[in-house]
């Protein structure tokens, strides 16, 4: 739990396509993983040794750098029951907690509701990237939704600046709720001022920023450096959301994934070292997920998509370490004589963030109770 | 014509279609109410639309493969169409029978789905419905490819009934099975795998040797119905034509509960679905029937600004409203995409109950997509939409007081019914750049960006979110 004074903040990040789990924490010494992926595998002389089996791959030095400070839990083998390898349902799965059934609530949204439940802030919930993924929806709840945090907002179009102000000045008494104008109209200009609020105090963030770090050029570090300056500046957010892109490597693998894991290693380092350079850093965890893993045999090129990914829960309250237990590549062990079997199951890595994180009850979100993991330092 | 007849003409194509031009609108003077309907009810005599120059420019649509594409082709013909309410009932069918790309990421089948939905935008239900269960898409979809007749599955034969005619409440679980085993061996073909060939089309099988052809009992009538009889059973339903009609009331009329409250709260307007209930039994479940009732009656031509626009509403009337996409242009493959960033993504509907509607459509984020794409869409003097509306204002060149220059405005992107606060908001933006005057150049040029900038204000506001 975080200190006194600050309130936990958490920052999913999300891979999204199904990151390889084999390729990002990798089974080094493990005759099947070599014999498995004759093209697409990391050599041994190449990674980065996490201990005597596992190692990093060799694009994630600078996360091996925060895995070395302890400040990285790595969940090995995480997944859900009666595995579905639709890239959507399972992002589906992911997203709502709902393995049987396609629903619509997200669980990020009912702990959001859950966290500020008078709405008192619209800015509790930020999702960075246009379009709001599923898991930080739920009826009712402001989520605010930002594509780029420097041209945020209404009429974003209207590039001369004194038009644009008239414009939304005009915009706000257009909006403003009238008595009896109905509840769909009064729903409206309801949202429509919190578009408007949430604009107004996120316009702060840039201004107010000013670090040293200098961030990759990519869309994740850009996304990331948006959490960082939203953070900064005090605007009492608890849930960032943030993605990833591009991970469905089907074919080219081997050019395309550590250009990913690259970015991604970099965009995390350059995010905690900007929070620790304004000492901002002690309630702030991420994590990191992707909606699976790939298939253990690669098929000449890229890997087909399978199941048993990995998680990460990353920050300076997380007591780095391996939790869990890798996936056996032993064939007998194997899921449908394939993929790799999970042993965690993902509502149990949502609870312990729910419940020992963020201090929320978990059950009602996740639907129902699962073994939790212990991740984090008293 | 008269101002009040415009404007329920213009309420007329926004439901029947995606809205109309104030030049299509005034081509329509003279023309009776009815006569319009008539025509929109009569697709199959107005030209279909000349697809020939789309595939010039958008050579995409040689193959099958991308969902965009094709979602830009249909709004393209939401834009263009010479039969608007083809394409709006293509929708509507669309989202009743929700089926998403999501699943099966097989092109071909969504595509054809759609097809079918526009093939049979009027037919009588009982048509649409047993189309739509030898629809691979929907087969598939629904899990009915897996419907044996060792091991039945249920899925299908149980939307079929709760999402599709009847709704919850109406049947039994005993009848969901006996739907389900009159379906069993309705499958379709295993396509040919995408990798490394790309998409192959697929198609309907029946297998006898799957089917189980014992007697069954199905809403109490006995038989050895197959799934055919099913559809024959259930359309004679009084649950079905109930559940039609309420659709049809939400999709044209005005903004409902979402579908799962259905049998639990009854219609706004018990008597309006009352109305259309007893069309739908006159006509034996004939879509064209009943909207012929729907659209002459009161309660549908009363019905203005009591629908929250759905996000590709949103976009292809901001379209017809700035002119843009008459022809083949460039952005017309990111329109579907901004449909999408609003809520809805063509094709992929979230679940198998379709979008929710009404104020489901607004969030935060949404509501900020929809205002700054219809906002940007009709910012641009250059759209021939908004030079035509530049081209009314200025006509006769006599200066506009700024009261003139808000209701000339308000009237030409509509007609639209702004409240007071409305209008008084856009009052004051029009009165802090006094008259609109078109003398010289540089005043032209001034007024022209004020029009526009008016124009932004109207589209951003509360009221144009209504249909």
């Known amino acids: 739990m975080a200190d006194g004074e600050r309130e936990p903040v958490l920052v999913v990040l999300q891979l999204s396509g199904g990151n390889d789990f084999l390729n990002t924490v990798i089974p080094y010494e493990d005759g099947i993983y070599h014999d498995s992926r004759p093209t ?249 997920f992707t909606e699976f893993g790939r298939r253990i045999k690669d098929n000449g090129s890229g890997t087909d998509h399978g199941s048993g990914g990995g998680a990460y829960l990353i920050g300076k309250p997380v007591q780095g370490g391996l939790y869990g237990q890798y996936p056996s590549l032993d064939p007998t062990q194997q899921l449908n004589g394939e993929d790799l079997r999970h042993h965690v199951d993902f509502r149990g890595v949502y609870a312990t963030v729910l419940e020992q994180w963020l201090g929320l009850d978990a059950n009602p979100i996740v639907g129902g109770t699962y073994e939790q993991l212990h991740p984090f330092r008293n | 014509m008269a101002e009040s007849d415009v404007a329920l003409l213009a309420h007329l194509m926004r439901r029947a279609g995606f809205g109309a031009t104030r030049a299509e609108l005034d081509a329509l003077a003279g023309r009776s109410y009815e006569s319009v309907v008539e025509e929109l009810l009569h697709p199959e005599q107005q030209p279909d639309i000349d697809e020939d120059i789309l595939r010039r420019y958008f050579p995409g649509l040689v193959h099958q493969d991308s969902p965009g594409t094709w979602n830009a082709r249909w709004i393209y013909r939401m834009i263009n169409s010479r039969r608007p309410l083809e394409e709006k009932l293509t929708l509507f069918w669309h989202g009743l029978f929700a089926t998403g790309w999501d699943k099966s990421e097989h ?118 119905w197959n799934g055919e009889d099913i559809i024959d059973i259930i359309v004679r339903q009084p649950a079905t034509a109930r559940f039609i009609a309420r659709h049809l009331y939400n999709f044209f009329v005005a903004d409902e509960p979402q579908v799962p409250a259905w049998n639990q709260s009854p219609p706004a307007d018990p008597r309006a679905v009352d109305t259309l209930i007893a069309e739908y039994n006159a006509s034996s479940g004939d879509i064209r029937s009943i909207l012929r009732v729907l659209f002459n009656s009161d309660f549908f031509k009363e019905a203005r600004f009591c629908r929250v626009k759905s996000p590709v509403e949103l976009v292809v009337g901001t379209v017809k409203l700035s002119g843009a996409h008459r022809l083949p242009e460039p952005g017309l493959l990111a329109l579907p995409g901004a449909a999408g ?124 979110q209504f249909a």
Request: proline residues 6%.
């Open chain 2, 341 to 464: 960033l609003m809520g809805q993504r063509l094709m992929n509907p979230p679940t198998v109950e379709g979008w929710h509607t009404g104020k489901e459509w607004i969030d935060g984020g949404t509501l900020n997509e929809r205002v700054n794409f219809a906002a940007n869409e009709v910012g641009d003097t250059r759209k021939p939409g908004v030079k035509a509306i530049v081209e009314a204002l200025s006509n006769g060149g006599a200066p506009l007081p700024p009261a003139a220059f808000v209701d000339r405005c308000l009237e030409l992107a509509g007609p639209l019914d702004a409240c007071s606060t409305t209008r008084a908001a856009l009052l004051r933006y029009a009165e802090s750049g006094g008259e609109l005057c078109f003398g010289a150049d540089a005043e032209k040029e001034e007024s022209r960006g004020r029009v526009a900038r008016m124009l932004q204000l109207i589209v951003a506001s509360p009221e144009y």
């Open chain 2, 107 to 224: 092109t071909p089948s969504s595509i054809s789905q759609i097809e079918l939905f526009r093939r049979n935008a009027l037919a009588p239900l009982r048509t649409i419905l047993l189309e739509l269960s030898h629809d691979p898409a929907m087969l598939y979809w629904l899990d009915n490819s897996e419907n044996h007749r060792d091991a039945p599955n249920e899925n299908y034969g149980r939307e079929l009934m709760e999402l599709f005619s009847m709704g919850l409440g109406n049947y039994s679980e005993f009848d969901v099975k006996m739907a389900a085993r009159a379906f069993t061996g309705w499958t379709v073909e295993q396509p040919i795998p995408i990798y490394p060939y790309g998409y192959y089309p697929t198609r309907f099988v029946y297998r006898p040797e799957d089917h189980d052809d014992s007697e069954k009992t199905f809403l109490g009538e006995t038989g050895r």
């Open chain 1, 40 to 288: 697409v595998r990391v050599a041994e002389e190449q990674v980065i040794p996490i201990d005597g089996t596992l190692a990093f791959h060799p694009q994630l030095a600078r996360f091996n750098d925060l895995f070395s400070q302890d400040k990285v839990a790595v969940i090995q083998g995480v997944g859900y029951p009666n595995h579905n390898r639709s890239h959507f349902r399972g992002m589906d799965i992911w997203h709502t907690c709902e393995p049987e059934k396609v629903a619509t609530e997200g669980w990020l949204g009912k702990a959001i509701r859950d966290l500020d439940p008078q709405h008192e802030n619209v800015l509790t919930g930020i999702s960075f990237g246009r379009g709001l993924p599923r898991a930080m929806a739920a009826p009712e709840v402001p989520i605010t939704s930002v594509g780029d945090l420097d041209s945020y907002g209404l009429m974003s179009g209207i590039k001369a600046q004194q038009q644009r102000d008239e414009a939304l000045d005009i915009f706000r008494q257009m909006y403003t709720p009238a008595v009896g104008s109905g509840m769909v109209k009064d729903y409206l200009s309801h949202t429509g001022v919190d578009v408007l609020t949430g604009a107004d105090l996120l316009k702060q963030a840039p201004e107010k920023y000013h670090s040293t770090v200098q961030y990759a050029d990519n869309p994740l570090a850009k996304s990331l450096r948006d959490v960082a300056r939203v953070h900064l500046a005090g605007l009492g957010t608890r849930v960032f959301y943030t993605q990833h892109g591009g991970y469905d490597s089907h074919a080219t693998q081997l050019a395309t994934h550590p250009k990913l894991l690259g970015e991604l290693s970099g965009a995390v380092a350059d995010f905690f070292q900007d929070l620790e350079e304004h000492d901002a850093a002690d309630n702030v965890v991420m994590l990191v």
